[in-house]
Protein backbone atom coordinates (compact mmCIF):
# COMPACT_ATOMS: atom_id res chain seq x y z
CA UNK A 1 0.00 0.00 0.00
CA UNK A 2 0.94 3.40 -1.06
CA UNK A 3 1.28 6.54 1.28
CA UNK A 4 -2.04 8.39 0.51
CA UNK A 5 -4.24 11.30 1.88
CA UNK A 6 -6.04 9.76 5.19
CA UNK A 7 -3.99 6.78 5.25
CA UNK A 8 -2.38 5.93 8.60
CA UNK A 9 1.25 5.77 7.97
CA UNK A 10 3.55 4.37 10.75
CA UNK A 11 7.17 5.18 10.98
CA UNK A 12 10.55 5.32 12.10
CA UNK A 13 12.53 8.54 12.19
CA UNK A 14 15.64 10.54 12.61
CA UNK A 15 15.88 14.56 11.81
CA UNK A 16 19.37 15.83 11.69
CA UNK A 17 21.12 19.45 11.50
CA UNK A 18 23.03 20.14 8.56
CA UNK A 19 26.16 18.68 10.62
CA UNK A 20 24.53 15.28 11.19
CA UNK A 21 23.57 16.33 14.56
CA UNK A 22 20.82 14.25 15.82
CA UNK A 23 17.94 16.38 17.12
CA UNK A 24 15.26 13.95 17.70
CA UNK A 25 14.31 10.39 16.35
CA UNK A 26 11.95 7.96 17.25
CA UNK A 27 13.80 5.41 18.83
CA UNK A 28 11.84 2.67 20.19
CA UNK A 29 8.45 4.25 19.39
CA UNK A 30 7.55 4.14 15.84
CA UNK A 31 5.57 7.12 15.30
CA UNK A 32 2.00 6.68 13.49
CA UNK A 33 -0.15 9.41 12.07
CA UNK A 34 -2.64 9.88 9.84
CA UNK A 35 -1.42 11.52 6.03
CA UNK A 36 -2.49 14.71 4.66
CA UNK A 37 -3.58 16.07 8.74
CA UNK A 38 -0.82 18.39 8.89
CA UNK A 39 0.96 15.89 11.77
CA UNK A 40 4.56 15.87 10.03
CA UNK A 41 6.44 19.05 8.23
CA UNK A 42 4.62 19.86 5.19
CA UNK A 43 7.84 18.74 2.79
CA UNK A 44 8.25 15.61 4.54
CA UNK A 45 4.42 15.02 4.01
CA UNK A 46 4.48 16.00 0.33
CA UNK A 47 7.79 13.88 -0.20
CA UNK A 48 6.35 10.70 1.29
CA UNK A 49 2.97 11.23 -0.54
CA UNK A 50 2.68 7.73 -2.73
CA UNK A 51 6.02 6.42 -1.18
CA UNK A 52 5.74 2.04 -0.78
CA UNK A 53 5.77 0.80 2.26
CA UNK A 54 8.87 -0.24 3.78
CA UNK A 55 10.68 2.59 1.79
CA UNK A 56 12.94 4.50 3.42
CA UNK A 57 14.29 8.29 2.40
CA UNK A 58 16.16 10.65 2.92
CA UNK A 59 15.17 14.35 2.36
CA UNK A 60 16.59 17.96 3.25
CA UNK A 61 14.28 20.47 4.02
CA UNK A 62 14.54 24.38 4.19
CA UNK A 63 13.13 25.93 7.36
CA UNK A 64 10.28 27.24 5.15
CA UNK A 65 9.22 23.28 4.62
CA UNK A 66 10.06 22.30 8.34
CA UNK A 67 9.33 24.37 11.18
CA UNK A 68 8.77 27.19 9.72
CA UNK A 69 11.33 30.46 10.20
CA UNK A 70 11.33 32.20 13.87
CA UNK A 71 8.66 34.53 14.69
CA UNK A 72 9.27 37.16 16.90
CA UNK A 73 5.59 37.74 18.13
CA UNK A 74 5.08 34.20 19.38
CA UNK A 75 7.60 35.08 22.14
CA UNK A 76 4.87 36.52 25.10
CA UNK A 77 4.94 37.55 28.46
CA UNK A 78 2.46 36.22 30.45
CA UNK A 79 1.85 36.03 34.26
CA UNK A 80 3.27 33.29 36.34
CA UNK A 81 -0.98 33.53 37.81
CA UNK A 82 -1.72 31.97 34.25
CA UNK A 83 -0.21 28.66 34.91
CA UNK A 84 -2.28 26.38 36.60
CA UNK A 85 0.62 25.10 38.80
CA UNK A 86 2.75 28.47 39.08
CA UNK A 87 5.08 26.85 41.79
CA UNK A 88 5.99 24.02 38.66
CA UNK A 89 6.91 27.07 36.33
CA UNK A 90 10.48 27.54 35.18
CA UNK A 91 12.84 27.98 31.93
CA UNK A 92 13.08 25.08 29.61
CA UNK A 93 8.86 23.86 31.09
CA UNK A 94 7.01 23.17 27.11
CA UNK A 95 3.84 23.39 27.75
CA UNK A 96 0.67 23.57 25.33
CA UNK A 97 -1.73 26.17 24.86
CA UNK A 98 -4.12 27.73 22.37
CA UNK A 99 -4.28 31.29 21.90
CA UNK A 100 -5.83 33.21 18.88
CA UNK A 101 -7.40 29.64 18.14
CA UNK A 102 -3.93 28.28 17.63
CA UNK A 103 -2.91 25.31 19.45
CA UNK A 104 0.52 25.64 19.62
CA UNK A 105 3.74 24.27 21.84
CA UNK A 106 5.50 26.75 24.54
CA UNK A 107 8.69 26.80 25.87
CA UNK A 108 9.38 28.44 29.40
CA UNK A 109 12.34 31.15 28.34
CA UNK A 110 12.29 33.16 31.57
CA UNK A 111 10.76 33.35 34.98
CA UNK A 112 11.48 36.46 36.88
CA UNK A 113 8.77 37.35 39.68
CA UNK A 114 5.15 37.23 38.13
CA UNK A 115 6.61 37.65 34.66
CA UNK A 116 7.42 34.72 32.56
CA UNK A 117 8.62 34.53 29.03
CA UNK A 118 7.21 32.14 26.98
CA UNK A 119 8.67 31.21 23.53
CA UNK A 120 5.89 29.39 21.20
CA UNK A 121 8.69 29.33 18.25
CA UNK A 122 9.38 25.45 17.10
CA UNK A 123 12.56 24.87 18.82
CA UNK A 124 13.93 23.56 15.42
CA UNK A 125 12.80 26.87 13.75
CA UNK A 126 14.78 28.52 11.32
CA UNK A 127 16.87 25.38 10.83
CA UNK A 128 17.49 23.28 7.50
CA UNK A 129 16.89 19.81 8.82
CA UNK A 130 17.42 16.25 7.02
CA UNK A 131 14.53 13.67 7.96
CA UNK A 132 15.12 10.08 7.69
CA UNK A 133 12.37 8.25 7.47
CA UNK A 134 11.43 4.85 6.70
CA UNK A 135 7.92 3.67 6.53
CA UNK A 136 6.88 0.53 8.44
CA UNK A 137 3.31 0.28 7.66
CA UNK A 138 0.47 2.03 5.74
CA UNK A 139 -3.32 1.40 6.44
CA UNK A 140 -6.71 2.33 5.68
CA UNK A 141 -7.94 4.58 8.45
CA UNK A 142 -10.97 3.73 10.39
CA UNK A 143 -13.77 5.99 10.23
CA UNK A 144 -13.77 6.73 14.15
CA UNK A 145 -10.21 7.99 13.33
CA UNK A 146 -10.82 10.09 10.31
CA UNK A 147 -13.65 11.58 12.26
CA UNK A 148 -11.15 12.14 15.47
CA UNK A 149 -8.04 12.83 13.04
CA UNK A 150 -5.54 10.86 14.86
CA UNK A 151 -4.46 6.80 15.62
CA UNK A 152 -6.10 5.45 17.78
CA UNK A 153 -3.88 2.47 19.39
CA UNK A 154 -4.87 -1.20 19.66
CA UNK A 155 -7.02 -1.10 22.97
CA UNK A 156 -5.94 2.29 23.51
CA UNK A 157 -7.77 5.42 23.19
CA UNK A 158 -6.14 9.11 24.25
CA UNK A 159 -7.30 12.47 24.08
Not at 32 to 39: E, K, L, M, P, Q
Not at 76 to 99: C, I, T
Not at 116 to 137: M, S, Y
Given at each position: ????????????????????????D??????????????????????????????????????????????????????????E?P????P????????????????????????????????????????????????????????????????????
Amino acid sequence: MTVEENKVVTIDYAIKENDGTLLEDSADEPLSYIHGTGVLAPGLEKAMQGAENGKTLSVELAPEEAFGSRKDELVLEVSREDFEDPQQVKPGLVFHAELDDEMRYYTVISVEDDAVVIDGNHPFADKTLTFEVTIREVREASAEELDHGHVHEEGHHHH
